[in-house]
Structures are given as structure tokens and as C-alpha cells.
């Protein structure tokens, strides 16, 4: 079944460890995105990828690095952990074109509680 | 940096009862999507607008974005059990492939 898949569903984490969430995708999409959600907040853009090779900043980027090595992956990483990204992380794609993003397809999400 | 803004942030109503969620920009948008979380879920693609003043409906969903593309509502009309859930705005950012997401507006169904 095409879509977006991401690992793991959850996680319990201590605060200084370093984690990866990943996320694959198998639509081709050209762009990809993380976004975090927080009761209250909303869900809001960490980093973004317009296309392998290349990483653009969102809303909220510290403490987290991703990679696009190819167009299928965009792994997320918390170098050092905290408690503040106690959050749902979901992953997101969409085939862009030069006007502009379209339709977004999320993942089930990834809850990470830092401890 | 652009702000996407949903009021209210939650809503009760009891079935049968009509719904609307309003989101505001602080930029002009090129379009705007709508997308429906489920309790637990993740979000779906509900819809899109892109021109001015323009009106989209499905079946009972009724879809605005206005004059000045800063704004836009969604309105449920007779609204139902499985209507529940979270309803998201989203804008694109000044390059056009960033998407910001509205804080959300979350709808509980009374029977």
C-alpha cells in the first residue's frame, strides 16, 4: 500500500540520548516534512526537504537535524534529547511543483515521551 | 514569520447542531488546505482553495476562502458523530513548499 511510513510508533527516551525517528515513503513525492504536534499548539513544521540533497528550517528547528540522502528517506534526529520534545512527530510528503506545494500525506505518527 | 490562526480552539455541539471553524493569516496566501485529524489519527487531505472568494462544498462541508486570501472558514451543517476530530488550516510558506498548519480547532459531537 503506497504511503508514508514511520518508526517507531513510540518510544520512551532518556533525556541526553540521542534519537532517530525515520520515515520512508514510497509515492515518489518530491518534498517531505516533519512536523510536531503538541496539545494546544497545533502542528508545527521542524524541518523540510524540497528534494534529495537538500534541508530547509521550519518553525521550530533546534535540536533536531535531518538528512535527505535519497527521495524515499528523511530521518529525524534528536542529537541530545530533552523533555520539551516530549511530543507526536509526524512525517509528511507532497509531489511540489513551480507553483507550489500540493495535497500533504502524513504517516501514523511517532509519540516520543523524553523522561 | 507567517501565523496561521483557528478559532476557536474547541468546540462541543450537540448532533444535529451546524459547526464552523475560522483561519486567519497574517499573509497573503496563494491557497489553503483543509485537513481532518481523527482522535488518534493523523491528518487527512480534506480540501483546497486557491481563488479568491471561492466556495467548495462536500455534502455537508461548506469550504470559504476569502476576498483578500488572509482568511478562510469551514462550516458543518447538521453535524454527526463522525464528525469528530480535529480540523487543520494550512498555508503555504513564502517559498510555496513550506506548509504551516493552524493550531487547530477540535470538534466533540454530543449524541
Known amino acids: 500500500i503506497a504511503g508514508i511510513t514511520q518508526a517507531p510508533t513510540s518510544q520512551i527516551l532518556a533525556a541526553g540520548r540521542r534519537m532517530t525517528l525515520r520515515c520512508t515513503q514510497d509515492m515518489r513525492h518530491n518534498a517531505m516534512y516533519w512536523y510536531r504536534q503538541d496539545l494546544g499548539l497545533g502542528l508545527r513544521l521542524i524541518h523540510y526537504s524540497n528534494t534529495a540533497g537538500t534541508t530547509g528550517k521550519g518553525e521550530v528547528p533546534d535540536g533536531y537535524s535531518v538528512s535527505r540522502a535519497n527521495t524515499d528517506d528523511f530521518p529525524l534526529t534528536l542529537a541530545s534529547a530533552v523533555p520539551s520534545q516530549t511530543s507526536v512527530y509526524f512525517c509528511a510528503s507532497s509531489w511540489t511543483s513551480g507553483t507550489g506545494a500540493n495535497v500533504l500525506t502524513f504517516g501514523a505518527g511517532s509519540r516520543l515521551t523524553v523522561l | 514569520g507567517q501565523q496561521v490562526m483557528q478559532i476557536p480552539q474547541y468546540q462541543h455541539v450537540q448532533e444535529g447542531e451546524d459547526f464552523t471553524t475560522y483561519c486567519n493569516s497574517s499573509t497573503t496566501l496563494s491557497n489553503i488546505q483543509w485537513y481532518k485529524q481523527r482522535p488518534g489519527g493523523h491528518p487527512v487531505f480534506l480540501i483546497q482553495l486557491v481563488k479568491s472568494g471561492e466556495v467548495k462544498k462536500q455534502k455537508r462541508l461548506t469550504f470559504q476562502f476569502g476576498e483578500a486570501k488572509k482568511n478562510s472558514s469551514l462550516h458543518i451543517t447538521a453535524t454527526q458523530t463522525t464528525d469528530v476530530g480535529t480540523y487543520f488550516c494550512?498555508?503555504?510558506?513564502?517559498?510555496?513548499?513550506?506548509?504551516?498548519f493552524g493550531t487547530g480547532t477540535s470538534l466533540t459531537v454530543i449524541p
Open positions: 494550512a498555508g503555504p510558506g513564502e517559498t510555496g513548499n513550506q506548509f504551516y
